[in-house]
């Protein structure tokens, strides 16, 4: 008995492609830094609030950055969910990621794995 031959999958547009591929690069870059900042931001709050050292006032820009950064991040994730198509659950689990420390690597790595697969941006 043969194995079931898996069924070709049609071909992506170019122009859909490259919008897909776009978006994804934006949200790759915007999931990093937004993890960077986090990561930044928690170490600027362990040093001032569980090792009570003084802060120099350039410190309270690490949270302001964080939220801006913050903020691109899910504009890129709403703009790769358009284009994507995700399910609204999808743009949620993505979007709380930017929030809980190293998550934000983790789902990036993930997405980027699925959308690529998907939109087979591998492929010429």
């Not at 069924?7 to 978006?23: G, I, L, S």
């Not at 890129?76 to 809980?100: C, F």
Request: some cysteine.
């Amino acid at each position: 008995m043969t194995a079931p031959a898996e069924k070709p999958r049609p071909k992506v547009h170019p122009e859909r492609k490259r919008r897909v591929r776009q978006a994804l690069t934006i949200f790759s870059v915007a999931a990093w830094v937004t993890g960077c900042m986090l990561l930044l931001l928690c170490a600027r709050m362990i040093a001032e609030y569980v090792l009570h050292m003084d802060m120099p006032s350039w410190a309270t820009w690490v949270a302001i950055l964080h939220g801006w950064a913050y903020i691109a991040f899910v504009i890129a994730t709403l703009n790769l969910g358009l284009k994507a198509r995700w399910k609204p659950a999808t743009w949620v689990v993505t979007a709380i990621s930017g929030v809980v420390p190293l998550l934000s690597f983790f789902v990036e790595h993930w997405r980027r794995r699925e959308v690529t697969e998907k939109f087979q941006l591998n492929e010429r």
